[in-house]
């Protein structure tokens, strides 16, 4: 059986780790791709409320086997806690369970430091990242200088590799005006975790390719959004990696030849985290309601940093647009019942820039950011759509929603969440 390619469709958060939940169910393996704990999933089965970072949501179904690929910057100290919080419910994590590529990144705590000094160096041009050091970390990648997973093999040279990548890093943060690092102090944590991560360890591009040789299905779990991509996304105003459907294949080491489902997931509405362009952002009370209190987890404040999300109208250039870049063959909507109650919603079908109509997204964050967007209103439902699980039982406005926005978007919408739970799906058949 292939591979099945889950993405986020929008600037991240769009709820693809409770999609991907549902995914697993049906899938042999399941691996993450790009980035690192800057991505937080949630996931609600029962009473726990998982919140994960760095290990796929398949772990929570033990016929699973969960990879962490070659593409990821890890964080050695975030994954043993995720580890911890995990079997501390009762989930198995022994390496039978869970592998982390040799040639996946590591984060260090100077590419922490790094991320933090050079945020407070921008200034009010800010990215906004989620100082987990993921930029710091793909820049060593790519400047051929990191540090590599598979190092922790050799626990011994490890730490002395990573004491002399904290003694470079130190003149980075003294030209950007931070405090420098002492190498021994900030690396002995790094011993424990060296330790403790050996077994898992193992080259994953074999096993997804054994998987799927074998005829297993695996499911690529994407972290952050399309728009976050570094060469796809609002450049500079991005994550550092590739979170679209190549960097899939990249980051798990596997042919395009497998793959048949590319599943593209998008909120309702829209959110954002960090600066950068939203043409659809709405301020005020309609942007309060989106959001929510934060009372509930499910309200749209960062799951990593806490922060309160930008909130906005659906945007269907830029849906259509990273429908392209990755292929999608289905759309997921998530957060339906969200938008219960409002009395029309608007979505974004085409932009003005400088008294032309376009329908695509202009290449620079400049023009992004002048564009106008061009809104058709749609009545909206009052109805709880919360306890509906059958397309025959929505609304009739909901259903028309959803239907434009597959319209516009040019992809069948095949499933819709509408409420935090596990079971609270809407399939559509055929
Ligand atoms: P970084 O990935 O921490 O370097 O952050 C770069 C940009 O991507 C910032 O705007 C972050 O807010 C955003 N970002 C990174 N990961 C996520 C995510 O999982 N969800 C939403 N935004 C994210």
Redesign the pocket.
Known sequence: MPATILIGAQ???EGKGRVADSLAAESALVGRYA?GD???HTVVVGEHVHKLHLIPSGILHPHVLCVLGNGLVVNPLTLLREMDELAATGVDISPDRLALSTRAHIITPAHIAL?RAAEAARGKDA??????G??PAYMDKTGRSGLRAGQMMDVEGFVEALQQHIEAANARLIQLGAEPLDPATASQDYVDAAERLRPYLKDTSSLVNDALTAGQRVLCEG???SL?DIDHGDYP????SSPTAGGALIGLGFGPTYVDRVIGVAKAFATR????PFPTELDGPLASRLRGTGANFWDEF?T??GRPRRCGWIDSVLLRYTAQVSGFTELVLTKLDILSGFDTIDIAVAYELDGQRIDSPPATVRELERVVPIYETMPGWSEDVSGVRRPEDLPQALLNYVDRIADLAGVPITMLSVGPEREQLVRFRG
């Open positions: 600037w991240g958060d980035g800057n991505a937080g991320d990215i906004g990242t989620t100082l987990r993921i930029g972290a952050q959004g976050l105003f991005v994550t550092s985290v960090g600066g950068g960062g990593t940093t």
